[in-house]
């Protein structure tokens, strides 16, 4: 039901997707079903509130989750590998997810090694994951980095291979990071909040940079982020997961002009700026549920507005309505955030 | 108007930082002369960029620290040439509210006793603390039960929640708010929002409103001080300085928010320049695509709207700016 170019195989292709924890009391799962694909040169934004699992979700696309965690899935394909039926540790798996995908964090300063300067950070990344000539050669490595610094847009690149993590501001941090997940040439760029610890005239300029980067390379992007705003300047389709699962998904305009799931609808609500000012703002009630007690029914209904007998007894599907996927029994129509903000108290 | 809660005036605050033996230490100026009015029961936002002082300002505020020039009169009183004892009456007048409610409440008191606490510094006596403990979480919209638990046992924006009403025990003029809702979801955002208004409506308590989140500073705000290397650059209220933006630098700051509305360029290059080694003339030159050599001449002054308009501007070319389409 995601629209992908007919005739091209997605590059990250994910159905199915489920993590739990082991816990005192029985386990207790992150993501229970999270479905999304990404196509070359495209760009997914994966939207969501703490707990809702997309961090786990990408953990798990990288083989970052370590047993005790179980993670199951339907499919899990990376450019035509099927990687489910793989161990996390597994060395083809290893290999596969060192060459084609890379991921970049949310604090670049945690993310670096505050030990290492960065030429040295960079030359460690193209001496395991670089062609051929750049694992063999040092010199073509000193190269192929101070290529990457110059790609990222860091003024003075030859002095900044010799500058320690903490010599760096936090955008430029950032921009180091960008340049470790490109030395290997990656097909895939998972970013993870990539911009929520920066300022906001640098974390426009870091967007800015992600998008010339693709334009470039060509390169899967899949954009994780709690802010719809940063996903609506990246991503031409959208994911929002609520509570460990996919609830909608379709192209970014249509789900931020008129969200079909009521959670959507309310996130967009919430929005300062989806009230006139001084107005009240229009907030969700209730909080995201307890992992270890997930509601039978419709993992929203507790709290939403249009909930109705049927909604607390079966869990909905995830369903293609008039191009955008929605696990609800009761999709809005039409622009739908004033219809929730009036009937939320 | 109503009458004048706080008036600071060219506030400095200056930081030694520390240089290899035998050199003295550097100063780092952290606030270059800032000031401002707020009135009772009124919202006054700071908004800025990592670095531009923001929490500077709410420190020389909240009395934690003495500015090293300038003066600060909170309720008619100067507190930097204040005895002990006034400061400790006036502090009570000013109450906080961090970002982090996981690091402000202590994870070994329930909430009954974070809450009780301002009161037995007070001297109120048992039956008093419990009549104000159980007002004060109705007021803020928890249930009774939860005075029981430990801040682990809460969520995000219950914890804010606790935060606040801490902060208003004590029936303060001003609370100023650093960052309160930046590490909450959106949903939960608009919930604590909303309650900071209602409680602003009910009690009369003016905010101090720290904040890098244009959107909400531009919901919450009556007024709006834009800073930027330790100086205020613009000021005014929030129909001023949001629709009719008069230095370029808060006109970049609106320009770099993201919206639904999809990308936008950059609107700005590079990043703050070093406060230890800040260029002449105006900070915010290098970075600025109206600069002119007359920039590094002299730290511009932060004067009049030059369109006549409550506010003030302080960039040597506002009027051309205000000329120009945003």
Redesign the interface.
Known sequence: MDAVPAGHAPLLDVAGLAVSFPGAHGDVAAVTDAAFSVAAGETLGIVG??GSGKTVSALAIMGLVDAPARVTARTLAIAGHDVAALRPGDRARRALLARRVAMIFQDPLASLDPCYSVGAQLDEVLKEAGTADERASRARRRARALELLRDVEIPDPAARLAAYPHQL????AQRVMIALALAARPALLIADEPTTAL???????V??LL?KLQAETGMALLMIS?????V???AARVVVMYAGEVVESGA??AI??TPRHPYTA???A????S?P?GA??????G?VPDPRHRPAGCVFAPRCARRAERCTETRPALADAGGTAVRCFFPLHGPASPAVAGAMP | MSEALVVAQDLVRRYPVPRRWPRPPQWLQALGGVSFTLAAGRTLAVVG??GCGKSTLARQVTMVETPDEGTLAIEGIDVVHADAATRRRLRSRVQMVFQNPHASLNPRKTVESLLAEPLVIRGDTAAERRRHVLASVERVGLPAAYLRRYPHML???QRQRVAIARALMLEPALVVADEPVSAL???????V??LL?DLQRELGVAYLFIS?N???V??VAHDVLVMYLGRVVESGP?ERVFVAPAHPYTR??L???????????????G??PSPLAPPSGCAFRERCPYSIAACAADVPPLLPRPDGGPGAVACIRASEILGAAI
């Open positions: 509130e703490s501001s936090g955008g430029m300022d906001v005239t640098v974390q426009a300029q967007l800015a998008r709690h802010d719809l705003a940063v609506a300047a990246m970014v305009p931020f002009a309310a996130l967009v919430a929005l300062p700026e009230v000012l009240p703002l229009a907030a969700l009630p909080r | 960029e990592s969520s995000g924006g979801d959106l949903s939960v955002q608009a919930q929002l909303n208004a890098h244009l959107a909400v531009r919901h929030r970049a700051l320009a770099s928010a993201p919206t639904l509305a999809g990308a936008t360029p950059p609107a700005l290059h990043e703050l």
